[in-house]
């Protein structure tokens, strides 16, 4: 990826340019020294002077008006504020009328911000002062008062909190009185510029120490650059968070948001005093201390899948390479690229009017379609279909251009998500609201309505990055995600009366990723890099997870690296040097996992005495009791010398009903409940109340056993063996009112087990040809 720049030959302004701002994709003001206003046309590359100011306003600071979320028409911003040297700002209209001006500090007025929603305004000025104010420029509050100027502001993510700079310090206030202020020091010199990006929640800092650092909102620090030869002076987020482009004395920097450089230009432009980018991300204006405006546009992004690349050579042009036969194809656009995707055979590409879908075995005819709002700011693909993104919601289409549904919730906000916050499966849209980082919104792709009962996934801490999982069956789909502290849970999406649980998989995880073929998970752990062969383990035989795991020391791949894909067996992961890593992981689970959802339990078998190891098998018992075939699980668990559970699968086998043998494979993978629930249906009480007795879960037992008036005396007899083995007195309140003049008859209570089983078996032989049980998992 590189910065395309363009430089006029001549300057428009006669004095430095303090600062820019786009009204539209295509329209940009930029004020000067010279005390004009320019607009510039990049359609039609024409320039022209909106206003000339008096020649006592030299302006600082300019800052559009935020386009009203929601709101289809409004395309372009009507106003903005210019703060100036004077003390005032003014509200501007786009036309160069002076609506208003206001008197707010003492000396000059070096920033002013519109918080995301335009409800309110925070200026910061020479006096140390900053200020809240009205959309109208009434004064609400002075936030805060130090005794050193104040450089720059901005606004975090949810309009609730303020960063500014104090000195060689970062600060962060919140609008409420008497919270936590957040306080640290951030750079060797006077801090020049800051911003907040609202969709990764990432700070970037510029200072006269010639740095620039990358910080989370805690103030912890991410990155720190190099020292450059002269001081930065300014740095700017894309919209989108995933890059920043940093100013300084002749020189342009675009960067990763994790602070690694993808290229270095060094235009004729003397100190860049301000950055902006553009509304859709795609190009930077700088403010140069020459007079001049500079101008660049992000090219040469790349997209990989399997054996294609694609790269946005220019504007309108993209390049497909197959590496396999060096066939080159070009791809060419009415409109500028704004966004694009390749994954599952097929390129999505969003230009400022359309939508393109190429599929990857013919490049000449791609479906094309209109888009309802210009800026698409994400797309994610599904192997059948994909969503957009833009800022008026939520769309998934059909790889033939249908549109399928647009999943809504209360309070959303289209413009703060990225790929970590929503996710996509064949039959599910995941979401992770920002008002309540605690709650996933869960859609069905098909209708966009909520899915199941409606209710809400919601864990105990703050969410970070969710991750459907992308084959399988509907009812089966699982979601995992990473929490504040770190931890890797997997839950069941479905969501039907029963509160699904929330397991956890793994600590210290930083990054994760489902493969697109099948519903094998890896993540980067710490120091180690895991793969889980089969995650569903957890609700099947929790024991023999860690023998399903494949690990490797990732200590290579330095701090912070990150998971960019997982395509078939290959892993690609982005150090934090912005290099990429590919490797490859066993191919032979993925095999075993087709085998088993296509029921081929004696190929499975075979594989795994080919393969010869120990994951494979723990994997093929998990997946056999999970299918309920337990002859195969009986094998595996044996390979993997699992004795004691061979053992039980064996008795298993031995009972007599088919309802016996399903309570105890449920029994098996811990869900007992369930197994005594189906026990009860089934009318077989005496067994309900056995597998309580065998896990002393005496109270249940004894409830059981009170409720269906039956087999009282059996399970007194049975507590009474037991505390006579462990040498103890009856405390139990309930066993001493049941078992007052009650003769225990071991005999008796034999007799009765047996006639019981008698039953069973004689009911079980009648009822032989009767249909088979269902069961849930």
């Known amino acids: 990826m590189r910065l395309k720049i363009s430089l006029l030959k001549e300057p428009k302004h006669q004095e430095l340019v303090s600062c820019v701002g786009w009204n539209t994709a295509e329209e940009l003001y930029s004020c000067s020294d010279d005390h004009q206003i320019v607009k510039w046309n990049l359609l039609t590359s024409e320039t022209s002077q909106i206003v000339k100011l008096p020649d006592d306003i030299y302006p600082i600071d300019l800052h559009w008006f935020p386009k009203s979320l929601g709101i289809k028409k409004q395309t372009q911003a009507e106003s903005f504020v210019l703060t100036s040297s004077d003390g005032k700002f003014h509200l501007i209209s786009k036309l160069g009328r002076v609506e208003k001006s206001v008197e707010a500090h003492c000396g000059a007025v070096l920033a002013g911000r519109w918080n995301y929603e335009g409800t309110a305004l925070v200026t910061v000025g020479e006096d140390g002062q900053i200020k809240i104010w009205s959309k109208t420029g009434m004064l609400r509050s002075t936030l805060a008062q130090q005794g050193t100027p104040v450089y720059s502001v901005a606004w975090g993510p949810d309009s609730e909190k303020v960063l500014y700079t104090a000195g060689k310090q970062l600060i962060i206030k919140p609008l409420q009185p008497n919270a936590k202020v957040l306080q640290w020091k951030a750079h ?125 050579t220019k504007r309108r042009t993209m390049q497909v390479r197959n590496v396999l036969n060096d066939a080159v194809d070009l791809l060419e656009f009415r409109d500028r690229v704004i966004k694009a995707s390749l994954n599952y055979a097929h390129l999505v590409v969003s230009t400022s009017l359309q939508c393109y879908v190429f599929s990857t075995k013919n490049w000449n005819t791609p479906l094309i379609f209109d888009l309802k709002e210009g800026t698409v700011s994400l797309i994610l693909q599904a192997e059948r279909h994909f969503l957009l993104v833009d800022g008026g919601g939520i769309y998934l289409y059909s790889y033939d251009g249908r549109f399928l549904s647009s999943p809504k919730f209360p309070g959303m ?49 703050e969410i970070l990055e969710i991750a459907l999982d992308q084959k399988g069956l509907t009812n089966d789909r699982k979601i995992a995600f990473i929490d504040k502290n770190r931890d890797l ?60 795991l494949y690990e490797r020391d990732a200590s290579e791949f330095s701090k912070n690296p990150h998971i960019v894909s997982f395509v078939g067996n290959q892993v690609t992961i982005r150090r934090a040097d912005g290099s990429l890593i590919h490797i490859s992981i066993s191919p032979y689970p993925a095999i075993l996992h087709e085998y088993v959802s296509s029921s081929k339990w004696e190929d499975a078998v075979r594989l795994c005495r080919f393969v010869k190891e120990q994951t494979m098998w723990a994997c093929l018992a998990a997946m056999a009791v999970a299918n309920r075939d337990m002859t195969t699980a009986e094998i595996a668990y044996a390979a993997i010398g699992e004795i004691d559970k061979v053992q039980y699968i064996n008795s298993i086998k031995n009972l007599p009903s088919k309802e016996s043998k399903m309570a105890h494979i449920l029994m098996f993978s811990g869900n007992i409940q369930e197994a005594e629930m189906v026990l009860l249906q ?17 109270e249940r037992a004894l409830e059981l056993a009170v409720k269906y008036k039956t087999h009282v005396d059996t399970v007194l007899a049975y507590r009474q063996k037991f505390l006579e083995t462990f040498g103890k007195q009856e405390t139990n309140k309930r066993y001493l009112q049941y078992a007052e003049g009650l003769e225990i008859d071991w005999e008796k209570s034999k007799a009765k087990i047996e006639m019981e089983i008698t039953k069973e078996r004689e009911r079980s032989s009648s009822s032989q040809p009767s249909k088979n049980i269902g069961l849930m998992h």
């Not at 995941?430 to 899915?451: H, N, Q, V, W, Y």
């Not at 089934?682 to 005496?698: K, M």
């Open 489 to 548: 849970c997997i839950t069941s999406v479905k969501r039907f009366g029963k509160e699904e649980q929330i397991i956890k998989l793994g600590t210290m995880v930083h990054t994760l990723a489902w493969s697109d073929t099948c519903n094998i998970l890896c993540g980067l752990q710490d120091t180690r890099f895991t793969v889980w062969y089969y995650p569903n383990t957890v609700y099947v035989d929790r024991d023999i997870l860690p023998k399903t």
């Open 188 to 312: 060797d010199g006077i801090i020049l510029k800051v911003d907040w990006n609202s969709v990764n929640d990432l700070i970037l800092s510029a200072g006269e120490d010639c740095k620039y650092k990358v910080w989370d909102s805690y103030g912890r620090p991410l990155y720190s650059s190099q020292p450059h030869e002269h001081p930065i002076t300014s740095v700017a987020w894309a919209p989108d968070g995933e890059l920043f482009a940093v100013g300084s004395f002749h020189t342009l920097r675009l960067c990763d948001k994790t602070g690694w450089s993808y290229a270095l230009e060094k235009p004729n432009t003397g100190s860049i005093f301000n950055i902006t980018w553009s509304i859709d991300g795609t190009q930077i204006a700088g403010a140069c201390g020459n007079g001049h405006v500079v101008f660049a546009h992000v090219v040469e992004q790349r997209w990989e899948w399997k054996d294609f690349q694609v790269t946005l």
């Open 682 to 698: 089934a009318g077989l009480v005496y067994q309900a109340i056995q597998i309580n007795i065998n896990l002393y879960n005496w």
């Open 413 to 461: 906000r289209t413009d703060i998500l990225n790929a970590q916050t929503v996710s996509l499966s064949n039959d599910t849209i995941a979401i992770k609201d920002k008002a309540d980082e605690k709650i996933i919104f869960l859609f069905e792709a098909s209708t966009g309505k909520p899915l199941g009962d409606g209710k809400l996934l919601s864990h105990k801490n």
